[in-house]
Structure formats: C-alpha cells, structure tokens
C-alpha cells in the first residue's frame, strides 16, 4: 500500500485512442489510476473494445497493479456510448416495467463483460417532478419515486449479479435542475426533509440493495452546503452519504471537467480528500490529471488525516476490484 498506489487509485480517467498507447500507459503505470471511462472516440467496433480492454488489463498486470476499473455511460436512451453499427449493443427499451428492467440490464451485463466493460455508470435515479423542465427529463424513468426505485433497483441487481459493477446517479438528485451542469453550476434551493422524501428515495434503496458506487452531482444544494456542491461537500458526501445513510460502497465525483466546477484542480482535490470521496473523474486528457495525482500524493504525505481517509477509500477499491475483477 505505497503512497503512490493510494494517490493514483483515487483516480478515474479518460483519454484518447482506441488503443493501449502511450497516454494510457501513463495513466495505468505513472499514475497507477483506479481505471479509465471510455466514450465514443475511445470505441469503434466490438473487437477493438475487447482488445482495448484486454490490452490495458495485461499492462496493469504487468507491471503489477491491481486491475482496473474499466467504466462506460450505457443508461441507454440519449446516453449510451455503444451504439450502431455495433451489431452486439442493442438500445435501450422504453423501461416501464420491472421485467423491462430486467432485460435491459441482463442485456447489457452481457454485452459490457463480452468487450471486458466491468463497470456501468448507470442507473441514473434522478426524479424529473411533473411540471418542471427538467434538464433530465430523457434520461430518467417516468413515475414518482417508488417507481424509480423499483426499476432502478432490478438495473442495480441484474447487473451485479451477473459481474457489472452498476454506479446509481446523481446524489443526492438533480432531477429538479433546468440547467445543464456541462456548461452551468445548477442551484437546487431545496431543503433536507423534500430531499429525504423525494429524491433521495431511490438512493437510499439502492444502499440497502448493495449497489457498487454512487456518482455525486455538481449542483450546489445551498440548503445543505451553501459553499460547495454536492461533489466537493464534505457535508454531503461524508456527513450524509457515509454517516447518516450508512453507504460503504464507492463513492465517486461526476466530470472534473464539467464546467459547473469553477475551482481550480488542486482546490477540488483538497474537497474531494476531505470529503471522503473515494474517486475523482476526469474524463478528458490534460494536465489536470498529472495535477490531480500530485496534488493527492502531497496531500497524503503531509497531512496524516487525509492519510487515515485515505486509507479507507483505497480499501473500498481493493475490495471492490476483489468481489467484481477477481472473484
């Protein structure tokens, strides 16, 4: 467990190709990255996929690693990376019905382990209200919460039983927002107990369930953290998710990226450590992932807390890469 390892495991990155290249190789052995997400300039055919994952799999091996994360956004609908031409993905149903769900999910379970995909950022479980012009409106399950839960439950189950490591999104819920956090920090002026009722329903059956992660939002919930959003918030992440909900499974940021992040890297890494988080996602190539890595080894080094936490979350990933990548 050197400090090395606990830096880089920390985080969840993106790049370019289609293949293991030299940006890869760095993320996998100079970084020692927990894993890597792939989009669609990552994907070209089912072949490549397999080869791709199987390539970085024996790279980290050698050199040896843990093996990796490998994470792909298939919610299916508007958001799913695999897509036609690809005679082996199929699209999303229109999931109404528990057997629906279960399905799409055995559906997709089998066609992410055949390209060597172990990781699914899905089911979203945000609630887009009647009469509110939800920014996630085509991306979420029609119905009120237990509705939602239902389905996103038998997606969280369905994977998982069949070796797909499914991440429920986007806590505490940004099902209410109009802005897209892309390109905007969505506000979210709503108080603890509509939350608890409502939107964080489904979130809390998917902890008692056992599902693999659960992905932070970036919207600022100014009635529970009036200075960070949900993905930099020491209160949201590790106050409510860990100690009042009881979550021990992975936690994790949504993009680094995304424009609703108007901090500098070293400042979201200095929340995210202090937060608990357990990873941090960024999706594209830069120097903010070399920035992110030495900003956490430095932060372990000095500051023995973080350390102690970091140490937690270093042994949630081990475990989880224990009971999904090796049996």
Same mark, same amino acid.
């Given at each position: ?63 040896? *690693?843990?093996?990796?994360? @490998?994470?792909?956004? $298939? &919610?299916? !609908?508007?958001? /799913?990376?695999? #897509? ?66 239902? *389905?996103?439950?038998?997606? @969280?189950?369905?994977? $998982? &039983?069949? !070796?797909?490591? /499914?991440?429920? #999104? ?78 021990? !499974? ?78």
């Amino acid at each position: 467990m050197t400090q090395k390892l606990m830096a880089g495991q920390r985080l969840m990155l993106g790049f370019d190709g289609i293949e293991l290249n030299e940006d890869l190789k760095h993320i996998i052995n100079d970084i020692n990255a927990c894993g890597i997400i792939l989009f669609t300039r990552n994907i070209e055919s089912p072949e490549q996929v397999s080869s791709l994952c199987s390539d970085c799999q024996a790279y980290a091996k050698a050199r040896g *690693l843990p093996p990796l994360f @490998i994470a792909v956004d $298939q &919610e299916g !609908g508007v958001v /799913a990376r695999l #897509k036609k031409p690809f005679t082996l993905f199929r699209g999303n149903p229109f999931i109404a019905t528990v057997e629906d769900a279960r399905a799409f999910a055995s559906i997709t379970a089998h066609e992410l382990t055949q390209v060597g995909i172990n990781m699914n950022f899905a089911p979203v479980l945000d609630i887009a209200p009647k009469g509110v012009d939800s920014i996630m409106k085509d991306r979420v399950f029609k119905g009120d919460a237990k509705t939602i839960s239902r *389905l996103g439950i038998q997606i @969280i189950l369905t994977l $998982q &039983e069949k !070796g797909i490591m /499914a991440v429920a #999104k986007h806590f505490p819920g940004i099902g209410r927002t109009i802005k897209d956090s892309h390109f905007h920090l969505p506000v979210l002026d709503i108080d603890f107990e509509s939350l608890m009722q409502s939107d964080m329903v489904p979130f809390v059956d998917a902890k008692n369930q056992g599902v693999a992660g659960i992905m932070l939002s970036h919207i600022l919930y100014p009635q529970l953290d009036y200075h960070w959003q949900a993905s930099l918030s020491p209160f949201i992440a590790n106050d409510l998710l860990r100690n009042q909900m009881g979550y021990d !499974g992975l936690v994790m940021t949504d993009d680094l990226d995304m424009k609703a992040i108007e901090h500098d890297m070293e400042t979201c890494i200095q929340q995210i450590l202090r937060s608990g988080i357990d990873m941090a996602l960024i999706c594209h190539k830069g120097p903010g992932i070399d920035t992110a890595f030495h900003e956490i080894l430095g932060r372990l080094n000095r500051d023995e807390n973080l350390y102690l936490m970091g140490k937690k979350s270093l042994e949630r990933i081990l475990r989880a890469k224990k009971k999904y990548l090796q049996g």
